[in-house]
């Protein structure tokens, strides 16, 4: 069946830092959402990529759908101690079915 | 304006007993998820219910059973618990069940099987 892996499993970083996290796919996508799930909460959704290509930013968050729709990015700049969580991807399909990826472990430093 | 919730936030049962886990969509939505989130890992696909019929499910046993009422709520069951139904249940609901849908999630119900 589908797959979607995330790397780095887990990143520490220092306040002020960047940090990216990566989501790959086995197959080709018909969307990726990404969702943010605090330390003891549920996932929140963050945002949707459907076009091949896409970027959308929001504040200093930066999404990115690569060209063959099978892999998309989630780039963070100056983090800050709120953007601590768990950030996943994950795939919709054409019934929103969603495959979420494995997740990567942000912890940021003061 | 009420987003998802879930009852009950924790439960304790033990092996070989059945559970009910309940869930109420935000409001105006018509379709209702429900992902298995077991420690340190992303949230499993269980199955999903529109219009009061379970439209796709997962890879998990025929032990896990589901229902959804006319006001769009729905319930989760699941019968002869084992150790490894341990796990947050999260519920999502969205407006209908095409591709694209923004869907919300509940604070969940976190199972502990002893």
């Known amino acids: 069946g589908q797959q979607v892996m995330q790397i780095p499993q887990y990143q520490h970083v220092q306040e002020g830092e960047d940090f990216t996290t990566y989501c790959n796919s086995s197959?080709?996508?018909?969307?990726i959402q990404w969702y943010k799930q605090r330390p003891g909460g549920h996932p929140v959704f963050l945002i949707q990529?459907?076009?091949?290509?896409e970027v959308k930013k929001q504040k200093r968050l930066t999404f990115q759908f690569g060209e063959a729709k099978k892999n998309s990015s989630l780039h963070i700049t100056a983090t800050q101690t709120t953007d601590v969580g768990t950030y996943f991807c994950?795939?919709?399909?054409?019934?929103?079915?969603?495959?979420f990826g494995t997740g990567t472990l942000l912890a940021v430093q003061p | 304006d009420a987003g998802v919730t879930q009852s009950p936030t924790h439960l304790i049962k033990t092996r070989g007993q059945q559970v009910t886990l309940r869930c109420s969509p935000k409001?105006?939505?018509?379709?209702v998820s429900w992902y298995q989130q077991a420690l340190g890992q992303g949230p499993q696909f269980i199955f999903q219910?529109?219009?009061?019929?379970?439209?796709q499910r997962g890879n998990f046993p025929d032990r896990f059973s589901g229902h959804q009422f006319p006001n769009y709520s729905s319930e989760l069951n699941v019968n002869a618990l084992l150790l490894g139904d341990s796990a947050l249940y999260l519920c999502?609901?969205?407006?209908?069940?095409?591709?694209?849908?923004?869907?919300?999630f509940g604070p969940g119900t976190r199972l502990l099987v002893l």
């Open positions: 999502a609901s969205s407006l209908k069940a095409g591709a694209g849908e923004t869907q919300y």
């Open positions: 197959t080709t996508l018909s969307n």
């Open positions: 990529l459907v076009k091949s290509g």
């Open positions: 994950a795939a919709g399909g054409a019934t929103n079915k969603l495959i």
């Open positions: 409001s105006g939505h018509d379709t």
């Open positions: 219910y529109y219009e009061e019929e379970e439209r």
